[in-house]
């Protein structure tokens, strides 16, 4: 903007002074500014200067009634689920890259690595189940990735080639797929990319994940929306894959690697101005 100079924006370490974050821009705007908050509770006050703008609650002409409303205390806050997702991998030794951070399990019977934590974590967490992983099933490497407020994507990271993974909902197999990818989507990111894959639109405020294969090989492999408080696990059988996390690359898998999805402990929160349905239709029309 004309009226903004670069130099004069400084980003804050500390959040804690912070009470909203006034985010002007479209829906890419407002997804890296619900990462730049990172798990506080600080409400966002999107403001649409974008294109579509579903996630901006206001446009560019109500941009001062947002911020009086805010002043006034006259707002409510709406709270979005965001997705957590870790990606587990196999090792064929005792021992991780000397880089990673050797910890141990409740039981203290077998060795994981943790690329993000230095402290332990729950076993069942790394395992099949709580207790289940030991050394007779190996050991794993794990790695916390950037929880999602839209969707997580994986995608293959050879053009022109399909993925092969198996899904399970609670450690039951769901199906085998062959396609181009896989999306996890959030209430939030149902009308994203899930919806132009084929995905359902679910409210806001619905406690349920969707997941989305995109341009599968069997005809009847068809989106499923499971409860939001069940564990997702994707086991990747064939080629390597790119996990894509609200349009980031934010990290790789490989065959036999496990992606684990469950609802995130933090939430985003949102300062609420248009009625869903409102949105929903200007987006079914076009406008």
Do not use: W
């Amino acid at each position: 903007s004309p009226n903004i100079n670069r130099s004069d924006c400084k980003l804050m370490d500390n959040l804690d002074n912070i009470s909203h974050i006034l985010a002007i821009g479209g829906d890419g705007t407002v997804l890296r500014a619900s990462k730049l908050i990172n798990g506080n509770e600080i409400p966002i006050i999107p403001i649409n200067m974008g294109t579509v703008g579903f996630l901006t609650e206001f446009d560019r002409d109500d941009v001062f009634k947002a911020i009086d409303m805010v002043i006034m205390g006259n707002y409510e806050i709406e709270k979005r689920t965001n997705c957590s997702c870790v990606l587990k991998r196999k090792i064929n030794s005792n021992r991780c890259k000397e880089e990673d951070n050797i910890i141990m399990n409740d039981r203290g019977d077998t060795n994981y690595c943790d690329y993000t934590h230095k402290y332990p974590l729950s076993s069942k967490n790394k395992g099949e189940g709580e207790g289940e992983c030991n050394n007779n099933n190996g050991t794993y490497c794990q790695k916390i990735l950037p929880d999602a407020l839209n969707e997580v994507v994986l995608i293959t990271k050879s053009p022109a080639k399909m993925i092969h993974f198996e899904v399970y909902v609670n450690g039951e197999i769901v199906e085998r797929v062959r396609a181009d990818g896989l999306i996890i989507s959030t209430p939030t990111g149902s009308t994203a990319y899930s919806l132009s894959a084929g995905g359902p639109i679910l409210e806001p405020a619905v406690n349920a994940f969707i997941i989305v294969p995109i341009c599968p090989f069997k005809l009847f492999s068809r989106p499923i929306v499971v409860d939001g408080n069940s564990e997702i696990k994707i086991k990747i059988l064939k080629k390597s894959v790119l996990i894509v996390i609200d349009g980031n690359i934010e990290g790789f898998g490989k065959k036999g690697d496990e992606l684990i999805f469950r609802k995130s402990d933090s939430y985003t929160y949102f300062v609420k101005g248009k009625p869903f349905y409102g949105k929903l239709k200007k987006l079914v029309d076009g406008n």
